[in-house]
């Protein structure tokens, strides 16, 4: 059987085994959340050996030649000697700037201890000060914004949830990996129709895209599509539409989304369409626009995967 080191700790595992099972099994404390690959709490290094990694495209390729891996999505081969991501050791400290409650979203800044590069778009590791790890996008526009902001949807209990309405200022969290994802803006679409559709939260992306399509003097139409029972950012969106007229702002709720599906302003074969939020509603508004014509090259698609 392969033997697996952490530490000081000696596992005897079964060949094949999922190696965060194999963990978890063992009494070894691996974060974890949505075991497809998408949140990376589970990150581990592999110091020595090798593991059957079935989803490599999930990691960055710096991340995978250093030797690191996703437990939830490896067997075990051979032998291994392995160290879990510490956020203490490994992470990037950020300090609580402003907690701003928008109805159940928490609105939170985040100022790092030095500065992070990223794009509209990419989403974060959050890591609490007890060692829980959640995926959340980043809704800051870079190099303008002097923090790093996240919409937090309080609504129902969850892990991380329940800690982040303790947050206070002051507050230290732990950034743990920068991730890409779909969504982004690209220069050469200026001339193009580009169509934003959030469901809840998935807002938080799209808001630091729209921002980044208007420092960059997007010419051609934006219409915003926010799908929500709460508009958590009306007052911000109404402001923004206000100082460029080729913003159009819908604020819908489900009885009203199917009317506000039909009047999009669509040029399918130019138009770029963004879409975030949980994957029900994505789908509904991917579906939506393959009927109308939208090829699916032009349609990039984020979705918020549940977490406990």
Known sequence: MPDIRVGERRLAVAAGS????????????????????????CLVHCLQGEVDDTLPEALDPARREAGWRLA??????????????????????????????LGDVLRLRLEPERPLRYRAGQHLLLWSDDGVARPYSLASLPHEDPWVEF???????GAFCDRARRLAPGALLRLGELRGGALRYEPDWQERPLLLMAAGTGLAPLWGILREALRAEHQAPIQLLHLARDHYLASELAELA????QVRVNLVS?????????????????????????????????????????PRSQTLADLFLPHA
């Open 242 to 245: 206000g100082r460029h007229p």
């Open 254 to 294: 489900a009885a009203q989304l199917p009317s506000a599906l039909a009047d999009l302003r669509l040029v399918p074969r130019r138009s770029m369409a963004l879409l975030c939020g949980q994957p029900a509603s994505v789908e509904r508004f991917a579906r939506h626009l393959y009927l109308a014509g939208v």
């Open 151 to 157: 919409h937090i949807d309080c609504s129902a209990p």
């Open 72 to 101: 939830c999505q490896c067997r075990v081969l051979g032998d291994l000697v392995l160290q879990p991501f510490d956020p203490e050791r490994d992470g990037l400290p950020a300090r609580v700037v402003a907690c701003h409650w």
């Open 18 to 41: 999922n190696l965060l099972d194999a963990l978890l099994a063992g009494g070894i404390a691996v974060p974890h959340s949505c075991r497809a690959g998408s949140c990376h709490a």
